[in-house]
């Protein structure tokens, strides 16, 4: 069994930084590709963040490109999601993301491409 835990969401103002953390552990060995996602009731989970299993390679979406910064700890599951300058509409429950796979080192977008999801951590931005 792996268990992935996000914690580091709360309640914070416009224009603020907060920082999430992500850990898979259990029955899982070597280091993984991992990602971040997030949804808002009524809508669709959405790409936020992803990063490669060596560490050198991120990708992002285009509403959170430039504020926001993936990484992770060296030969470990263990990510990070370092949000700025955050705004109302990145309010969401986040989810963090891994993928089973022990070789290549692509950097995944898809949620299809991942086995094992947290439970979700909150993040809410105010006005």
């Known amino acids: 069994q792996v268990q992935v835990v996000e914690s580091g969401g709360e309640l914070v103002q416009g224009g603020g930084s907060l920082r999430l953390s992500c850990a898979a552990s259990g029955r899982i060995f070597g280091w993984h590709a991992m990602g971040w996602f997030r949804q808002t009731p009524g809508k669709e989970r959405e790409f936020v963040a992803a990063?490669?299993?060596?560490?050198?390679?991120?990708d992002y979406s285009a509403s959170v490109k430039g504020r926001f910064t993936i990484s992770r700890e060296t030969a470990k599951d263990t990510v990070f999601l370092q949000m700025n300058s955050l705004k109302p509409e990145d309010t969401a429950s986040y989810y963090c993301a891994v993928d089973a796979k022990i070789y290549g080192d692509s950097v995944l977008t898809n949620m299809e491409e991942y086995d094992y999801w947290g439970q979700g951590n909150q993040v809410t931005v105010s006005s």
């Open positions: 990063i490669n299993r060596s560490g050198g390679r991120q």
